[in-house]
């Protein structure tokens, strides 16, 4: 791929203040306490490609998409999405320009969507906002286009959330990020929210719009079997790193990091195919107290002294890259 | 032969609106023997966490059960006072809800919702019902179980939290553990452990378990049978793989085929056209008939019930259509 | 196009829908509600129209004959021998026009304050939650000691400053208005701090995110999109402060700094007629009494009847 890449994460870093106010620490003596969400996350994103995102809770993957969409402001490093950078209030011009082009599906269909607001005005807001029609009769037009393309009945419009299923809510919510016909969708647990058959179906929406429009697609999920039928490539995040990215097949096929067989390991099994489980050890880390060293290493059978002292860095292989000290001693 | 721990026939449960009343469980009938895991799969708003509330007898006012029997070892539990049923509560049936968060008490120590529930149903001193306490913990694999049982349930993590809501449900030794969803809100990873850390601990006492989910994965992983629900009632019922491997019901192959997985087989997911149907528009006949490839005339008029097909059960005109059926 | 049809086919769908809804059902099944909302109805209507209802205007003295004074309800008056349904006052006024012209100035300050307290406390708080920080902290620090005065001795306070600041020759003219900021000041930290609590829990709702990430302007989505969630317990406070409004409105007046004497509402009439109710002449006071307790019981009744309504958990 010789075109240059939509987006572009560098470096991303996000910490939070979480300390006790400062009267508490003055009189108990308390240090400050940081919490890091996310630390020198880097990725890029291709047009027309889906691009997961991969972690259980703490991994730092919500903070990392809203820090790509503008949400949140990273306390390090920077997001460029087709060379406008998010983070330089110098390009704030450009920056506004851009917000016509990214677009947001968030997790719980039933909070993303303004009770109080209709259909048809929660899918036209960004029409009006970015003043993509100049007339009432052209705004209920696209409306009705973009409620037709994610398979619901523009009629339906005049409805509120409360009288749409949970399926159908998201699928108004997919309607309103395809309003602007934005390039790049970032997509937090889209269908985590969601029964079994109709995950199966936005889903499959979801890639059709993707063909049809070339849209790009930032896939949060926690969800490795999820993220399986949606990304080429993907990222594994734990408490805030990413230890491992590599295109899809590679990933399902030789995963590297342990922390990636681990993940690979707990997806249960349907027909049992006598795959080899490992059973899973341990918990996610409070992120506020991270272990010292490589973060997974109470978890992970390879630890070495080196493990427990040096955090490793990110290295590139033949398959994508890692941040694992075996590895990169040939140890696994 | 055995006679079963639990035994449901024809449960209904009603909920009456100014609408009119609401079936939300219509008709549902299953035995679970000791020591089997039977798993109830179906979405959200199949009935299943209502029929396992109904059996505990939690069901909160204006919904009531509207018929059938619940047995419990044989005794019948439906029509028990409230006094009763408490005792029944704890001691015999054990409960598993899915957010730890909420299943314990913030304000007390882990120790002592523990020991409170051990006394509650089994005479044991005071000393003695500590010991267990402790037993119990280091069963579940809490790790330092002297220190940790004067911890309270914020110290812990999520699953930390629900292996503790584990001990508290097996505290008194009970002959049916009804789960509910125990493992939806925790990580991919602490999933694996805790239904493990489950199955592990049931097969040990002989108890059995209902294991209500809308995962079909963690039913996997877990159940020796399987009953799928949709729209209140069961639809196929039968041993773990046969369902899994060899669905009959035609929503089942569908709930089946929906799910990702791993292979790289399958590229587009199978879907289902529609939506589970609200409670206030319970299509006629067979529940399922405007959603089904396989619909044909008397699918629309008739309800088909649960008949045997192999070693499962199913309710399909597709399999039990003969106009002349034999009555049992 | 259809435009005409398609619009009138949409608004009867939607007054059915309406109709069909849980609020209108609910009214429709609490016979409290239906018959405080008829009184209610009634008493403003009436006051509404008063110069048109009463049978003249007690206030106008040309109409006035003192002759006619202390007159009893429903008798005829000694001396010209005309009746009058609930008396005359002292001045000849009849007590019936003098409550529904009363009763005019009472539900306008009752409604004007109302109003003013209900748009600056929603304002304050929706800011307030929204925008957070050291703005916030003012804002509430500020509603706490707001809070902690009792209404009444604000509302005093407000008028008092205002006879200072205004020139005496302006004080009968900006009475009535001097009053309603007066008592829409004393109610307005309530509205504010609900308004708050509500906005701080929409405000990292998923909706509001989405707003944001359409580069909306935290106005637009505090106006538009917060508003709207927030407004549904403003609303039952609002109906039981007009009750309150309406009474510390009166006792106000009673004390003698409400309104003037030009324009005497249901206080002023219940003062007048306090200094007589020993001597004999009772309907002075007792139908003003009277009127005031029924306008404010069935406003209060309909605030009650909203907020059962509007709490989804008791349906």
Known sequence: MTAAPLVRVENLSRTFDVSKPWLNRMTEGLPRRLLVAAENVTFSIDRRETFALVGESGSGKSTVARMTVGLIAPTGGDVVIDGVSMTDRRQAAEQRRLRRRIQMVFQDPYASLNPRWRALDIVAEPIRAFHLADTRAETAAKVGEALTLVGLDPADGGKYPHEFSGGQRQRIAIARALASRPEFIVCDEPTSALDVSVQAQTLNLMRDLQDQFGLAYLFISHNLAVVRHMASRIGVMYLGRLVEIAAAKALFYAPQHPYTRMLLDAVPDLTPSGRQRRPVEGEVPNPVDPPPGCAFHPRCRYATARCRAELPQLIHTPAGAVACHAVAEGRI | MNAPVLSVRDLKVEFPTRRGTLTAVDGVSFDIMPGEVLGVVGESGAGKSLTGTAIIGLIEPPGRIAGGELRLAGARIDHLSHQAMRRIRGKRIGMVFQDPLTSLN??????????????????????????????????????????????????????????????????????????????????????????????????????????????????????????????????????????????????????????????????????????????????????????????????????????????????????????????? | MHEPLASAERLSARLRRWWDSDIAWSYRHSPVAIAASAVALILVLAAVFAPWVAPHNPFDASTLNLMEGFSPPGEPSPVTGRVFLFGTDNQGRDVASAILYGSRVSLTVGFASVAFSVALGVMLGLVSGYLGGRLDGLIMRIADIQLSFPAILIALLVFGVARGLIEPAYHEQAAIGVLIVAIGLSHWAQYARTVRGSTLVERNKDYVLAARVMGRSSFAIMRQHVLPNVIGPVLVIATINLALAIIEEATLSFLGVGVPPTQPSLGTLIRVGQQFLFSGEWWILFYPALALILLALSINLIGDWLRDALNPKLR
């Not at chain 2, 110290?155 to 553990?177: T, W």
């Open chain 2, 106 to 328: 913030p304000l007390y120590r882990i120790g002592d919702q523990l020991i409170e529930t051990i006394t509650a149903h089994v005479s044991l001193s005071g000393a003695a019902a500590r010991r267990r306490a402790l037993a119990l913990l280091s069963e579940v694999g809490i790790p330092a179980p002297e220190t940790r049982i004067h911890n309270y349930p914020y110290q812990f993590s999520g699953g930390m939290r629900q292996r503790v809501v584990l001990a508290l449900a097996l505290a008194a030794e009970p002959e049916l553990i009804i789960a509910d969803e125990p493992t939806t809100a925790l990580d991919v990873s602490v999933q694996a452990q805790i239904i493990a850390l489950l199955r592990k601990l049931c097969r040990q006492r002989g108890a059995a378990v209902m294991l209500i989910t809308h995962d079909m994965g963690v039913i996997a992983e877990t159940a020796d049978r399987v009953a799928v629900m949709y729209a209140g009632r069961i639809v196929e019922i039968g041993p773990l793989h046969d369902v899994i491997k060899s669905p009959l019901h035609p929503y089942t192959k569908g709930l089946v085929g929906s799910i990702p997985t791993l292979d790289f087989d399958n590229d587009r997911l199978v879907q289902i056209p529609g939506a589970m149907p609200r409670l206030t528009a319970i299509p006629g006949g067979c529940p399922f008939h405007p959603r089904c490839a396989a619909v044909f005339a008397r699918c629309v008029v008739e309800r088909p019930e649960l008949k045997p097909e192999g070693r499962s059960r199913v309710a399909c005109w597709l399999y039990h259509d003969a106009p002349a059926e034999a009555v049992q």
